[in-house]
T-cell receptor, first 114, second 113 residues
Framework: AQSVTQLGSHVSVSEGALVLLRCNYS??????LFWYVQYPNQGLQLLLK??????LVKGINGFEAEFKKSETSFHLTKPSAHMSDAAEYFC????????????FGTGTRLKVLA | NAGVTQTPKFQVLKTGQSMTLQCAQD?????MYWYRQDPGMGLRLIYY???????DKGEVPNGYNVSRLNKREFSLRLESAAPSQTSVYFC????????????FGEGSWLTVV
């Protein structure tokens, strides 16, 4: 069965510092992997996705994530945090084919300190 | 460019009342979903519809029913609301034409008192 684990329900970084949000997955088949961002009182927006092409995926707002099969990880990074990055971030996994069921992690709330 | 539209955005119900959350997508997606979001628990799948004419239970289906009215619309019904159903509900859709990415509506905030 698929599962997603996000380490750290809350992460705080200083403005300008590196952002690192961790995601580990388990999947019995090659997965699709996603990162979504949720701003307060809004729905989830796609940041980036991995679909078995390049292992380093670039997304919107300067975020990127690297798929590491040996570590079953898909960590999200951004070199320099901005105040506007404060939000909740969700990692998700789905099977590459089939019923398109998506499993979401429990989320990581990012706080950016001035 | 509407994407996924869900209504209502806010609703307060009394215990035992019923209501239906409506959802429509205009991206010609085959699959539609209803999730609930609770603090510290992420998103949990209530029901999904892999294609028009089919529906299946997700992780937390108890107390809910769904209807896939047509390809565009997927509704969620609470027959007898309970305080435990106080949550934020998200409708979503996905399809091969959009690279199997799942797209979300803006959410419906439901409070059961």
């Amino acid at each position: 069965a698929q599962s997603v684990t996000q380490l750290g329900s809350h992460v705080s970084v200083s403005e300008g510092a590196l952002v690192l949000l961790r995601c580990n997955y388990s999947s019995s088949v090659p997965p699709y992997l996603f990162w979504y961002v949720q701003y307060p009182n809004q729905g989830l927006q796609l940041l980036l996705k991995y679909t078995s092409a390049a292992t380093l995926v670039k997304g919107i707002n300067g975020f990127e994530a690297e798929f590491k099969k040996s570590e079953t990880s898909f960590h999200l990074t951004k070199p320099s945090a901005h105040m506007s990055d404060a939000a909740e971030y969700f990692c998700a996994v789905s099977e590459a084919s089939g019923t398109y069921k998506y499993i979401f992690g429990t989320g990581t709330r990012l706080k950016v300190l001035a | 460019n509407a994407g996924v539209t869900q209504t209502p955005k806010f609703q307060v119900l009394k215990t035992g009342q019923s209501m239906t959350l409506q959802c429509a997508q205009d991206m010609n997606h085959n699959s539609m979903y209803w999730y609930r979001q609770d603090p510290g628990m992420g998103l949990r799948l209530i029901y999904y519809s892999a294609s028009e004419g089919t529906t299946d239970k997700g992780e937390v289906p108890n107390g809910y029913n769904v209807s896939r009215l047509n390809k565009r619309e997927f509704s969620l019904r609470l027959e007898s609301a309970a305080p435990s159903q106080t949550s934020v509900y998200f409708c979503a859709s996905s399809g091969s034409l959009s690279g199997n990415t799942i797209y979300f509506g803006e959410g419906s905030w439901l409070t059961v008192v």
